[in-house]
Every structure is written in C-alpha cells, then in structure tokens.
C-alpha cells in the first residue's frame, strides 16, 4: 500500500507517524512526533484500514482461513501501531491538545470499528471459515485465531438486527466517549492539587531522596521549598515517612475524594457508564456486563467471581484485623494517644518494620535501581520466552 506524506507549511516536514521507523525494531521516532502529526496520521491510517477491509469483503474466491481471517488479523497494522503510540502518551504524558484531539478522534475510531464488527458481508466471511473449522486442518495457532475472530464479531454486535445495530452504535459511541472523559477528569483532578512545603522543619525528618523529590518537584513547577502531588510515587513516600498529621490527613482526603464533587466531578459519568453498559450486555443477550466481560475470562461468570471475593475475604479479613492492631499496638507504644487513621497507618507500620525487622524501603532501593529492574525483567522473559 502507497505511503502518504503529510508535508508542513515549508513542505518539507515528513509526518513520522505516516514512514518507516528508521529507530531500532522500528520504535517510534518520539522526538519527532508533534500533536500537529496526530490528526493527518489516524486520517490517513483510517482510510488504509477500511481499503484493507474493502479488500476482503471484496474478494470474489470462496472465503478461507487466509484470504479473510488471516487478511482481517494483518489489517489496519498502520492504525494499530498510530493509536497505540497516542493513546499510551494521551495516558501517560498528556497535555491539553492532545486530550481535546483524543475527544475529536476517539467517534472516528468507534465509527471504523463498528463499520467493520457490524459488517454484514465480512461476518458472513469469518462465519464461513468458522462454520468450516473442524475440516481446515489448523494448527492450534491458526484454530485459536479463527475462534477469537468469529467471537470477536459476534461479541460485537454482528449477529444483530439492524435495528439493534443502530443501538449498539449509540451506545459503544457514547461509552467511549464517557471512557474518555472519565480519564481526562481523573488526570486532572491529579494535577489539580499540590502540597506546597516552605518550612525546612516540616522535611526535616524524611529521608534524602524524598526529601530531593519534592525540591525537585517544586523546581519544575517554579517554586521554593517542596512540593507533593497526588502521584503515587510523590505522595506515598511522604505519607510513609512524614510523622505530620494534618498534612497527610491533607494528602490523603484529597487523594480519595478526586473526581467526587467540584470541577471534575466523576459521578454522573459513572452512573451513565454502569446504565449505558447494562444495556450494551442486555441487547447483546447478557444478564449484567460482568456476564459479558467475564464470557472471555477465567472466572467465566459473575457467581464465580462473587464466590471467590467471599471466599476470600473469609480468608483475608481477620488477619487485615490482625495487621492493624498490631501497628495500631506499636503506635500507641510510641506515644500515639489518638485513633489509628488512615493516614498514620504506613508511618507506623514502616518504622514497626525497621524496628522488629531492621527492614525499610531504603534498604531495599539499591537493588531496585532501574538498571537492576530491566535486567532482571529481561533475563526473566529470556527464561519464559526465548527472548533475547
């Protein structure tokens, strides 16, 4: 398929989303992608995609494995590879343009993907094949393929009536766009807070690398002093090692109240998620969506699951009990007189660990170092998987 190039105003710029990655394996050129790249990119990937599509649908041979599951499985590789490039970066290193061009892109992308799942011609092509499976001679590679295929499809609302598949659209449209404007609200509500600390003596007491973290939190955003977000790894090693009360209490609610109430209120988008999912697993012939969801999963079914939680907080409660006590003993042993919250609880329960067991984070921190981790990770899938 032809490649095309998105040139910028000195029609020279090359789109890097739209060539072949000249990095190592073909890893996306990241410095060279801009926000301006995204749009032409998925446009233009869209429009390979549904040719792709087209071809298979309008093949004049008999379907089989190759020429319709096969094709299907190698279909639309380019948009496969855009959208996992924007939607990793829109989750993990986001900013304003690209989360608005995530809510102008994301009904493109639900429109292709329901043209192709509610697609009369082309189920009836996968169903072919499928119908045909036990006669094939598939190895079990090519026999899982064929039957996430055809499930994928009728999961999917193909084996639905058109007047059921006019619903579906409408509601698989605005789940996502639901998706969308739950993350972008939780994101921000992240953001939104700071713990801005001037006084020396209020970090004191923390160790040197949390202690350098928060200046150099505070140095990227312009301040003095030290600053903690709602990041894990900013909050949870002040609240760890901080023995300042009101301002974990601070920390704490803030954390466990974002999205609840105020700018970025989560609540109304979570009650239509949970009734417009209800009615996606209804017309698709389920009881509830954990039904659905869980079809393709271990548990297989929602009693399953609920089975497995009881049982598990059987199992689970009275030693959680225990823990507590036993960090709630050694607080009041330390002189705390009030009510174990919260947000004292990992202050006590770190220093009970250093005390009986000369155990702490920082200990462990030189043998977790990013080095360590990567190599272990990747001796460990050499191990399971052969790769190198």
């Known amino acids: 398929m032809a490649t095309s190039l998105t040139l910028g105003a000195s029609g020279a710029d090359v789109n890097p989303l739209l060539v072949e990655s000249t990095a190592p394996h073909g890893a996306p050129q990241f410095t060279q992608i801009t926000n301006e790249h995204y749009k032409p990119a998925f446009e233009q990937a869209v429009r390979e995609a549904r040719a792709d599509i087209a071809a298979i649908v309008g093949n004049a041979q008999a379907p089989t494995f190759a020429n319709t599951i096969e094709a299907l499985e190698f279909s639309g590789r380019r948009l496969d590879r855009i959208s996992n490039i924007f939607f990793n970066l829109n989750e993990a290193h986001t900013n304003d343009t690209m989360q608005a061009l995530a809510l102008e892109l994301s009904p493109m992308l639900t429109e292709f993907s329901n043209d192709v799942s509610l697609d009369p011609k082309l189920f009836a092509r996968v169903k072919a094949v499928y119908d045909r499976r036990e ?15 055809y499930k994928g499809f ?6 639905l009536s058109d007047g059921d598949k006019k619903i579906y659209r409408e509601l698989t449209a605005r789940l996502s766009e639901l998706s969308l404007q739950f993350n972008q609200n939780s994101l921000a509500a992240t953001n ?15 160790p040197d690398f949390v202690r350098e973290g928060m200046a150099a939190e505070a140095k990227e955003r312009g301040l003095d002093g030290w600053v903690v977000t709602l990041q894990i790894p900013s909050m949870v090693p002040f609240m760890t090692y901080s ?21 970025f209120d989560n609540s109304a988008i979570v009650e239509e998620i949970a009734d ?13 969506y954990a039904d659905y969801v869980l079809e393709e999963r271990m548990a297989e079914s929602s009693p399953t699951v609920n089975a497995f939680l009881a049982e598990l907080l059987d199992r689970a409660v009275e030693a959680a009990r225990r823990d507590v006590e036993t960090v709630a003993g050694y607080a009041r042993a330390q002189g705390f007189d009030a009510e174990l919250m919260p947000w004292d609880f990992g202050y006590y329960s770190e220093k009970l660990k250093h005390e009986r067991y000369e155990l702490s984070e920082e200990l462990t921190k030189p043998y977790f170092q990013l080095e360590n981790v990567r190599r272990g ?7 399971l998987y052969g790769i190198t």
């Open 243 to 263: 023995s300042n009360r009101a301002l974990k209490e601070k920390l704490w609610r803030a954390y466990n109240t974002r999205c609840v109430g105020g700018e």
């Open 135 to 149: 006669s094939l001679g598939l190895n079990a590679e090519q026999r899982r393929l064929l039957e996430k295929t």
């Open 192 to 206: 939104a807070f700071t713990l801005h600390v001037t006084d020396p003596a209020v970090v004191g007491e923390l």
């Open 154 to 159: 009728a999961r999917s609302g193909a084996a």
């Open 377 to 383: 990770m990747f001796e460990l899938a050499n191990r």
């Open 276 to 288: 417009k999912r209800l009615q996606l697993a209804g017309l698709l012939g389920y009881e509830t």
